[in-house]
């Protein structure tokens, strides 16, 4: 990381990573989370929760080798390492559809409700987009700062901040946000979904979103490299302890 992109993420709370995945992944992961919507039809994202006029996708690392290979992605760790420090796992991965012509819009949150602790930040999410983020098609508001607060918004926070702004780019873009940072999913006004995919990280002595050793089956688990089983924590008794009775958190999701 540069100096600019760590001061980035020191002061604003979010780093824009453009075209990080390539035409042959981008178009290999809008194959897969399509495929997936198909087959899942309304059980799609049931194993974390479901959402009012949005599609999800949830425990994507049992669904396919393409995911199993994203939450290695040097770039995205780097990253995770300078805001979370050098012990993290993954705590989900999602994919969120917003729903065309609808006004739904998510209220202002941090992931996981999180607050940073005495040891500092322990959410961070890289937001990867499937379409291109418009101002019409449901781009994410996020409050640039707001991380450094030290609290989370207050609960059903729809109205629109001072100082929020909207996230937008290209497909292919990869977004670095501190999650702590006060953001939500805004209304997609177009006639089309509008994809993007969640690879979320915590620190080492948080639960998981999602409990990867549950979720994820067995034989995925065999023929995964070691570097990835340690980043889903599938050998670390700590978070056995910590995911098995605590998993499942949302920032705003019941």
Partial sequence: MTPVEKSKLDTEGYLIIEDLMGEPLLDQ????????????????????????????????????????????????????EYVLGSRFKLSSLNVRSADPQNEWTQPLHADSGAVADERGYWV???????DDFTPDNGP???VPGSHRWGRAPEADLYAAHPDEILLTGRA??????????????????????RRAMHVYYTRWDKPQQQYQKRLVRPAVQDRLSPAARKLLALDDPLNDE????????????K
């Fill in 29 to 80: 992961v809008r194959r897969r989370v399509d495929e997936l919507f198909e087959q899942e039809g309304a059980q799609a994202g049931s194993e974390f929760k479901q959402e009012p006029h949005s599609r999800r996708l949830a425990n994507l690392v049992d669904k396919g080798e393409v995911f199993e290979r994203l939450i290695e992605t040097p770039r995205i760790l780097e990253c995770m």
């Fill in 124 to 130: 961070c999410n890289s937001v990867w987009m499937l």
């Fill in 140 to 142: 994410i508001r996020m």
């Fill in 172 to 193: 292919g873009t990869v977004v670095v946000m501190n999650a702590h940072m006060w953001h939500g999913g805004t209304a997609n006004r177009t006639v089309a979904h």
């Fill in 242 to 253: 910590l995911s098995a009775q605590l998993s499942g958190m949302s920032g705003f999701l």
